[in-house]
């Protein structure tokens, strides 16, 4: 029995770290459009469905986030994402992350790190942003 469970986990250690990688380069892509101010290709990553939460108490679907939500994200400090932790599986995926960021959100600056919350969902091929939570508090 004990053989069967040491088998299970190592064949369950792939996935899980092939999961995590899969977050971590569907969060980065995303945080790069994001980062681009271009409303027609964040639009093709946002999913119908789309809700985002701001820290400072302030919500959007996805139609109002694109007309009056988008961050303007400095060029002279890219963000970083780090410290993600992703579940899920092929078709969906949930990563809890954090942005180091330089920001204006909200008519505030934010230049710290502060952790994300965003749920993914496969449509086709592609990754789509269904949700995400912001708890990074504008200065």
């Known amino acids: 029995m004990l053989r069967l469970t040491a088998i299970a986990l190592c064949l369950a250690t792939p996935a899980l770290a092939d999961l995590r990688q899969t977050g971590l380069e569907v969060v980065t ?13 964040i639009a093709r990553t946002l999913a119908p469905e789309y809700q985002i939460q701001r820290a400072g108490g302030v919500g959007y679907d ?3 986030y694109l007309a009056y939500g988008l961050p303007t994200i400095s060029t002279d400090t890219p963000p970083r994402v780090e410290i993600v932790e992703v579940t899920g599986d092929e078709d969906l995926m949930v990563v809890r992350w954090a ?6 959100v909200e008519g505030g600056h934010i230049t ?7 749920v993914f969902r496969r449509e086709n091929e592609k990754w789509m942003a269904v949700a995400h939570a912001n708890f990074a508090v504008p200065e």
Request: no cysteine; net charge negative.
């Open 29 to 41: 892509g995303w945080v790069s459009i994001i980062s681009s101010a271009d409303e027609e290709k």
């Open 62 to 64: 996805r139609d109002a």
């Open 99 to 104: 942005l180091t960021i330089d920001a204006t």
């Open 112 to 118: 710290r790190q502060a952790p994300r919350l965003t």
